[in-house]
Nanobody
Framework: QVQLVESGGGSVQAGGSLRLSCAAF??????????LGWFRQAPGKEREGVAV????????DYTDSVKGRFTISQDKAKNTVYLQMNSLKPEDTAMYYC??????????????????WGQGTQVTVSS
């Protein structure tokens, strides 16, 4: 069993920064061969993949709207994945979730392909 716990959300003005954290609990063997993705869902919209990282290597991928502004990274010693979000825009406002998928095929970053989910953390960006 895998448990994911997000933190770091909050309210910021446009242009500001936030760093989200996703702490993972469970079998360490699972994490060395898994993908960890960040997703977001705004009211009335579908959940979308934002960024993904392969925990057993260095592969990362981002949705076009966040490239150059968001960075996904991991601290293996802490079993934690981060999403550094800079130059935030009002359209980044959403509930952000982290999710895990066993295997090396991290893309496409589709919610239906990820098996374990955190509870979410709210990000609100005001103009």
């Amino acid at each position: 069993q895998v448990q994911l716990v997000e933190s770091g959300g909050g309210s910021v003005q446009a242009g500001g920064s936030l760093r989200l954290s996703c702490a993972a609990f469970g079998s360490s063997g699972y994490f060395y061969s898994s993908c960890l993705g960040w997703f977001r869902q705004a009211p009335g919209k579908e959940r979308e993949g934002v960024a993904v990282l392969y925990l057993g290597g260095t592969y990362t991928d981002y949705t076009d709207s966040v490239k150059g502004r968001f960075t996904i990274s991991q601290d293996k010693a802490k079993n934690t994945v981060y999403l550094q979000m800079n130059s935030l825009k009002p359209e980044d406002t959403a509930m952000y979730y982290c999710a895990a998928r066993l295997g090396q095929d991290c893309v496409p970053v589709s919610p239906s392909r990820f098996h374990y989910w955190g509870q979410g953390t709210q990000v609100t960006v005001s103009s």
